[in-house]
């Protein structure tokens, strides 16, 4: 589990990609081997993936192909920027909104608007997911705890303040670039539950 407050970015030092297999080696100085060892969690743009080994510089984690082609990992090269976060321990405080790690789709970046202090980011999400961002509500981009400032049909919008342009990777986004999401996931629960109960509702009436 993740909380969606990033600790720190890295940047994709190795990209090794093949029908079956994908390897990324990611560099970030704050991240230490004592304190993120082989075996643990770690989220990577969003993505609950597992550190399986440590070089000096840098440490690799392994990705399914399916992985790669559903998020904006496959979009990555060497030098690209990542936004990271490792895995909750159970006395931390939960600063964010729960996360699993388990992205749900991509988003296009559609809009990008500096209100004063403030940066506005509109996105195009695939029509299913409508349900499921609310104004209001909490939604992880890269990973990212944010709340949604406007939930329309097939697009949403939040705002970021300055600390959170200075720390992430959103900040270096442009028109069209590829966000990976993850909706809030007691909004995904309860919607199912709605939509159960709607299901044995009409059955009944029949």
């Known amino acids: 589990m993740f909380t969606g ?72 090269a060497r030098g690209s920027l990542v936004n990271l976060e490792p895995s909750l321990a159970l006395d931390s405080k939960l600063d964010g909104h729960i996360v699993a790690g388990h992205v749900d789709t991509t988003a296009e970046l559609i809009d990008r608007v500096e209100n004063e202090n403030a940066v506005e980011l509109g996105f195009r999400v695939p029509h299913k997911y409508d349900p499921y961002i609310v104004e209001k509500g909490s939604i992880a981009i890269d990973g990212i705890s944010l709340t949604v400032t406007m939930a329309q049909q097939d697009a949403f919008g939040v705002s970021l303040i300055p600390f959170t342009v200075a720390n992430t990777t959103l900040a270096h986004y442009g028109l069209g670039d590829l966000v990976n999401i993850e909706v809030d996931m007691l909004g995904r629960y309860a919607v199912k539950q709605i939509q159960a109960w709607k299901k044995r509702v009409l059955t009944e009436k029949r």
């Not at 000096?56 to 399916?66: A, K, L, Q």
């Open 5 to 76: 407050i990033i600790q720190t970015t890295g940047r994709i030092t190795r990209l090794d990609v093949t029908d079956q297999h994908a390897r990324l080696g990611v560099s970030a100085p704050k991240l230490v081997e004592s304190s993120l060892p082989l075996g643990a969690s770690i989220a990577v743009n969003g993505i609950c993936l597992t550190v399986t080994d440590w070089r000096e510089s840098d440490f690799t984690v392994d990705v399914m192909p399916e992985t790669m082609r559903r998020t904006n990992l496959g979009r990555l």
